[in-house]
């Protein structure tokens, strides 16, 4: 599986990563990537841009770097009924969202919780990724969120970064199998991502991809050999 695109990451905006939107930009054409999205975090992440920072993005012309940038964002799930951090009206000015759960942004609920938490968040016709749900220290049921991800036109995220080494997210490894099954079952898209911090990760899915071949993943269901396919699935709803 050629491997052309990267669609979640973080420059220097996002307040802990440590590359310029030049400098991830550069790396990807290196890496012979043909599609990359920039995906601040939303407001709600300490430390990060303020949501002023999202009504500017189109100053980022992709012509003049020669490779395809999308604009998103990571939107940061608030409650366990999905609320997520930009408004709607800011939302439009971006090509798609990832909504993910994060620790300084909500607390681990129970399994319930956190399920409807995310299936929530699916609802938002912005919401195109869920972002690393095989997070060990948010239980979630994986065939719900699977099934309505199918429904709601919304891609599961395998995320390089829960699998590394030393990584914050300890056991997403062993639970990965689950949410792949889960896919399967579901026939629900799935999108490696970098989550790139620095410019030295982006196009790095090492680990996601020892992941999907450990479980002989159905390669049709994995979009990132596909760059048209993903602008076309973005653009669907």
């Known amino acids: 599986m050629k491997d052309l695109l990267d669609a979640h990451m973080h420059t220097i905006a996002s307040g802990h990563a440590y590359s310029t939107v030049r400098e991830m930009v550069t790396a990807a054409k290196e890496k012979g990537l043909k599609l990359i999205g920039l995906t601040e975090h939303a407001p709600a992440m300490p430390g990060t841009c303020n949501e002023i920072y999202f009504y500017n993005l189109r100053v980022i012309r992709p012509e003049a770097y020669g490779i395809d940038i999308l604009k998103g964002a990571e939107l940061n799930i608030l409650d366990y009924s999905g609320s ?17 759960l994060h620790e300084p942004c909500i607390a681990p609920g129970t399994k319930e919780e956190n399920t409807r938490a995310i299936v929530g968040a699916m609802r938002n016709p912005k919401v195109r990724i869920i972002g690393h749900p095989d997070n060990p220290h948010y239980p979630v049921d994986f065939d719900r969120i699977a099934r309505t991800a199918a429904v709601h036109h919304v891609m599961i995220e395998i995320n390089n970064s829960s699998y590394r080494p030393g990584g914050s997210r300890y056991g997403a490894r062993e639970l990965v199998g689950e949410l792949l099954a889960a896919c399967r079952r579901a026939g629900t898209m799935v999108i490696m991502g970098s989550d790139a911090h620095i410019d030295l990760d982006v196009g790095n899915h090492e680990y996601a991809r020892e992941m999907i071949e450990k479980y002989d993943f159905p390669e049709e269901l994995v979009i990132n050999s596909r760059p048209e396919d993903f602008k076309a699935w973005i653009e669907r709803w």
């Not at 939302?91 to 993910?100: C, F, G, M, P």
Request: hydrophobic share 40%.
């Open 84 to 100: 997520t951090d930009l408004r709607a009206e800011t939302l439009k000015k971006l090509d798609y969202a990832i909504a993910s």
